[in-house]
């Protein structure tokens, strides 16, 4: 039965408007899309049979693998590093604040690609690394730069170094997040500061700490392919090698494309999947950590103490509120 609405309108006989708006869009995107695939399919200069062989090929391979080991790598001593220089620059102590501020400054301030090429050239200002007493003391270690800053060691220190200052501000923004209040229960469990930090502040501070930390890690994949200035052989500097002797510039850098695409779609799938378990809902008591649970019932034991205090009343008696 249809009734009629405040203004005598049956609103079961409307009609939906047609979204030309949408079906406009729609086209346009079809058509771009039929536009490209022709282009990649009948463009004879793709040639995709040598994409394929080289897709294959054992020589691209070991770049891929370069590439991936190196990422890993660098992104490990990076997350560990910014860890640090963020529990540093949230230190009390002026000089160590200071002095992560300048080392995030510098860092993030400079083009990654300028930081390798330094590190890889770093025996132009230091021909002799040495270690022992300063100010022209015995020196315990001497050994020439060249051998130490090799394209592998420059690359690792260019990426992590880099990537360290990166992430202590994404770290320090997830510790932020975390509401004081369990910091002040935490002492009040007696708790030292390491202790506070490492079982209470981090692992809730990881739900703000995953998101730009898989980008970062997407973003590091790509960084590498930066190392080719320095000799470094990775996939890029490996299709690179290829297409000079071979002229196929073209299908070799397509090898390039699809392999970083499949790398970064993989960590995308593994970073959703790990947002996931972390952006569950506001977390219960039961999905809290051990120690912050123990925290929280303490907490909510005390505040129902302090409710619950015994008042004198004017005849002597009490009284509980």
């Known amino acids: 039965m249809n009734t009629p609405g405040l203004l005598g ?7 939906r408007r ?21 282009f990649l399919v009948t463009n004879p200069n793709f040639e995709w049979d040598v994409v394929w062989d080289w897709f294959r090929a054992p020589s691209v391979a070991r770049g891929l693998w370069t590439t991936v080991w190196l990422a890993a790598v660098s992104m490990v001593i990076g997350v560990v590093l910014g860890v640090l220089l963020a529990v540093a620059k949230m230190s009390t102590n002026k000089l160590l604040s200071g002095a992560a501020g300048i080392y995030i400054w510098l860092f993030r301030g400079t083009p990654v690609l300028v930081q390798l090429i330094l590190w890889f050239n770093l025996a132009a200002l230091l021909p002799v690394l040495s270690f022992g007493v300063p100010f022209g003391g015995p020196k315990l270690i001497e050994m020439s730069t060249n051998s130490l800053i090799t394209p592998l060691s420059a690359a690792i220190l260019g990426l992590a170094l880099n990537e360290a200052a990166y992430m202590a501000e994404i770290v320090r923004g997830g510790l932020l997040s975390v509401d004081p209040g369990q910091r002040e229960a935490a002492n009040a469990f007696g708790m030292t500061y390491g202790q506070t930090l490492s079982r209470v502040v981090l692992p809730q501070a990881m739900r703000a700490i995953i998101p730009p930390t898989g980008n970062q890690l997407i973003s590091m994949v790509k960084a590498t392919s930066q190392v080719s200035v320095i000799a470094m052989s990775d996939i890029l500097y490996t299709v690179q090698s290829v297409y000079n002797r071979t002229f196929e510039t073209i299908p070799l850098l397509i090898v390039a494309v699809i392999w970083y695409l499949i790398i970064t779609s993989i960590l995308n799938v593994i970073q959703e999947f790990i947002e996931d378990y972390y952006a569950r809902g506001q977390r219960v008591e039961s999905g809290l950590p051990g120690t912050v649970r123990k925290i929280v019932r303490w907490a909510r034991k005390n505040r129902q103490t302090k409710t619950s205090k015994p008042v004198a009343n004017t005849k002597g008696a009490s009284t509980d509120v």
């Open 18 to 38: 047609t979204q030309w708006g949408q079906w406009a869009a729609r086209l346009v995107v079809i058509f771009i899309g039929i536009v490209i695939a022709n």
């Open 9 to 15: 309108i049956d609103v079961n006989d409307a009609k």
